[in-house]
T-cell receptor, first 117, second 112 residues
């Protein structure tokens, strides 16, 4: 298997402030990481694909200036929610791709619960 | 557009009552099909990757199979600890960046 960690596991912040979430692959290197958002009773919604050393690719409808992604190393990607508002409250999950070429597995972190008051 | 449909949405079983979950998919060309288990308030846990029709993989009480149009997750003699939401996802050949398309999941409850 493979282990992906996220920090923090939960965070409460005030409206208008920024929050940074870290995603780390602990026992493998990941050139590609992904950020998802999940609402209660719903499936995962891909927000962006993060590639080490290059700009993230955002899905349609996701504001890149609001959700800043930095993939600074082969084991770390960060998601910063800028000027957070209550509607940004959600469960954010990252995943990391292990493997190369067409044969790979994607492992998920435990998620970060964000509540904006 | 890639599509993944999982059925049933919810399934209740008695402990020991075997059953199957279905994942139907439409992609232009399948690179891989993935099964995950997700417990409430946690990230998905990787179970299997299947790459070609006819492939099967097993892990404890779970067995995943793949055809050209669908995948099944067979649960043999389930236990209460198997209760979770099971997610299916596909990656298409033409997909850039390895992105996955997820189904809505099947919520499994196993009663003791």
């Amino acid at each position: 298997g493979a282990v992906v960690s996220q920090h923090p596991s939960w965070v409460i912040c005030k409206s208008g402030t920024s929050v940074k979430i870290e995603c780390r692959s602990l026992d493998f290197q990941a050139t590609t990481m992904f950020w998802y958002r999940q609402f209660p009773k719903q499936s995962l919604m891909l927000m962006a694909t993060s590639n080490e050393g290059s700009k993230a690719t955002y899905e349609q409808g996701v504001e890149k200036d609001k959700f800043l992604i930095n993939h600074a190393s082969l084991t770390l990607s960060t998601l910063t929610v800028t000027s957070a508002h209550p509607e940004d409250s959600s469960f954010y999950i990252c995943s990391a791709r292990k493997g190369t070429g067409g044969w790979y597995e994607q492992y998920f972190g435990p998620g970060t619960r964000l509540t904006v008051t | 557009e890639d599509q993944v449909t999982q059925s049933p949405e919810a399934l209740r079983l008695q402990e020991g009552e075997s059953s199957s979950l279905n994942c139907s998919y439409t992609v232009s060309g399948l690179r891989g099909l993935f099964w995950y288990r997700q417990d409430p308030g946690k990230g998905p846990e990787f179970l299997f990757t299947l790459y070609s029709a006819g492939e099967e993989k097993e892990k404890e009480r779970l067995k995943a199979t793949l055809t050209k149009k669908e995948s099944f997750l067979h649960i043999t003699a389930p236990k209460p600890e198997d209760s979770a939401t099971y997610l299916c996802a596909v990656q298409a050949m033409e997909t850039s960046g390895s992105r996955l398309t997820f189904g809505e999941g099947t919520q499994l409850t196993v009663n003791p």
